[in-house]
């Protein structure tokens, strides 16, 4: 059996998931053939990173020669861990190229980017998975299992509050997710995973949408309010940042320093910028209402400059109330911890019945990232014939349009003060 192609584009922290399963469980089944990144100096670590796995190099190539790797290379597939705001376009020149996509979640940040996406898609057919780690692991999947089995009735509302504490939630205002530009916002690059929760959850899909959102915390305008007088650009170098709780030293954790600081000149981009920063443009306090095309509502918060991470969400149906309460371990993206990224910590579900006494189910606890997600992702998404899934956790690109589609809307609804109607941004 021929092994499958693969090409990667970007090969930043969160590319290793990907080129590290293809060079060690996958070997027999799957090959990297290219990667492709404006930094060489990226491309090189994560070469050296297949050669510390027993593999071979792969050729390497630049942005403007994406159309060269993929006519030499001859890939399957394309996996898409670049910035945000690029998903679009390589998603769209793979599939113009015969080729198949794996891109990471958010599918895109804008919906004239996602009107793109469709429309290439259907004039190509080629094949792309969104790889939603949430949706596998153990807990998440729990939740659609009872609702699917009728355990609360019909769902009729929902609330989901998301809270990102001050190590991860910091992280977004160092990098470049900080510009909406790069990254939609966190309504879009962070709440894509939650509003796939609830489409998942509830088999349905968003209607309408109104949003609140501002800058209360980071950005420098909200730190010189709290009485802030010191500040500064970065932090490497920097004697303000040395006894900043919000500042990272990436000159000291090895996996930051060689794919970023080592990068910066042929990059130009810098990772470890001040959170309190005057050029902030995306919201750390977002409050979103969604009415779904099946007459759930929902209400949804996220804040991310919280003392702990994880999640509240309350499902009422018309035989009862789920309640599911989750506390995730904290990570800073590729700082080391790779295998352990968004672990759960401790999680829990109740079900309190409309007549009877409420009780804890229990659910099977799994290793690995994102709450035990990141392994059963894989394997579904690069095993030929990955087992039978009841669930039907694999996600294309509809999917990720009509997870991103809530957050593209409650952005719009953000800047004018108006609910959106979802139908009106995309044409299927």
Request: hydrophobic share 35%; glycine share 8%.
């Amino acid at each position: 059996m021929a092994l499958k192609r693969y090409v990667q584009v970007g090969t930043g922290g969160r590319a290793r998931m990907y080129y590290e399963a293809i060079a060690s469980t996958y070997k027999d089944i799957a090959t990297l053939v290219g990667f492709c990144d404006q930094s060489q100096t990226r491309m090189n670590y994560a070469n050296s990173q297949l050669e510390s796995l027993g593999a071979k190099k792969v050729p390497t190539y630049l942005p403007h020669e994406f159309e060269k790797m993929i006519s030499e290379t001859k890939p399957d597939i394309v996996i898409v861990t670049s910035v945000d705001r690029t998903h679009d376009d390589y998603i769209c020149r793979a599939m113009e190229a015969g080729c198949d996509v794996i891109t990471e979640k958010p599918l895109t940040i804008d919906e004239r980017k996602a009107q793109r996406i469709i429309d290439t898609q259907k004039k190509t057919g080629r094949h792309i998975r969104v790889t939603f780690n949430y949706r596998y692991a153990p807990f998440h999947t729990k939740v659609r299992e009872l609702i699917r089995d009728g355990v609360i009735g019909t769902p009729t509302s929902v609330h989901f509050e998301w809270l990102l504490n001050t190590d991860h939630g910091a992280d977004y205002y160092r990098r470049w997710h900080r510009n909406k530009y790069n990254s939609g916002g966190l309504l879009v690059h962070k709440a894509t995973h939650h509003f796939d929760l609830v489409n998942f959850w509830l088999g349905t899909e968003p209607e309408t949408v109104f949003g609140f959102g501002s800058l209360q915390f980071y950005g420098r305008a909200a730190a010189e309010k709290r009485g802030v007088e010191s500040f500064y650009s970065r932090c490497y170098g920097s004697k303000e940042a040395e006894n900043d709780p919000f500042a990272i030293h990436i000159d000291k954790i090895p996996t930051l320093k060689a794919l970023y600081l080592d990068a910066e000149e042929d990059s130009g981009y810098i990772r470890d910028r001040s959170v309190f920063s005057d050029d902030i443009s995306i919201e750390d306090t977002m409050n979103v209402l969604v009415r779904y095309k099946n007459g759930v509502q929902m209400s949804y918060s996220l804040a991310s400059y919280m003392p702990w991470e994880g999640f509240n969400v309350s499902i009422n149906g018309t035989k009862g109330r789920l309640e599911y309460n989750s506390v995730e371990k904290t990570y800073i993206n590729a700082g080391g911890a790779k295998k352990d990224e968004g672990a759960t910590e401790k999680s829990s579900i109740r079900i309190c019945p409309m007549f009877g006494d409420p009780y804890f189910v229990d659910v099977k606890v799994s290793e690995g990232g994102h709450g035990g997600g990141d392994p059963v992702l894989l394997d579904d998404v690069f095993l030929e014939n990955p087992p039978y899934d009841e669930f039907h956790r694999a996600a294309d690109f509809r999917d990720g349009v009509k997870s991103i589609i809530v957050g593209i809307a409650a952005n719009k609804s953000i800047a004018s003060g108006l609910p959106v109607n979802v139908d009106t941004l995309i044409r299927w």
